[in-house]
């Protein structure tokens, strides 16, 4: 994968601020694993789903997500969160990796990334 791929992850509706599509504004916690997620966090390989193929797949199964946003692979590396191409449960899938840290440092992390993914701005928004 190359550095300058997108890692694409679905915003669920509970973590957006804002009542219009265009004036969300989305938490940290899009970026911080839950206990089920074993501190690896679910994001799609944009080298192979584009923002909207990804939002597509998450959502066919009756998964909600607001929209897509995104952080590139160099990102998570300089923030010194390896990136796993594990391509399960899905091609195409990998897992942002908080293994080791504390949860005080995976907050400051995913607050990173935040803001990472908010100046790069949503790669799709769903239509209401």
């Not at 509970?14 to 997620?37: A, L, N």
């Not at 994001?43 to 590139?72: M, Q, R, W």
């Not at 899905?90 to 080791?100: L, V």
């Not at 935040?114 to 239509?127: D, F, N, P, V």
Request: aromatic share 8%; net charge negative; hydrophobic share 25%.
């Amino acid at each position: 994968m190359q550095e300058d791929s997108l890692l694409h992850r679905q915003v669920h509706p509970s973590f957006v601020q804002g009542d219009k599509i265009s004036s969300q504004v989305f938490t940290s916690q899009v970026f911080k694993p839950t206990p089920k997620d074993d501190n690896l966090l679910s994001v799609y390989n944009g080298e192979i789903f584009e923002a909207e193929e990804s939002y597509e797949h998450y959502t066919e199964d009756g998964k909600k997500s607001v929209g897509t946003v995104s952080v590139s692979r160099k990102e998570c590396d300089s923030n010194d969160l390896p990136v796993n191409l594990d391509n399960d449960p899905f091609e195409g899938h990998c897992s942002i990796d908080y293994s080791g840290l504390s949860n005080k440092d995976i907050s400051k992390k995913a607050k990173k990334l935040k803001a990472l993914a908010t100046e790069r701005g949503w790669q799709y928004q769903a239509s209401n």
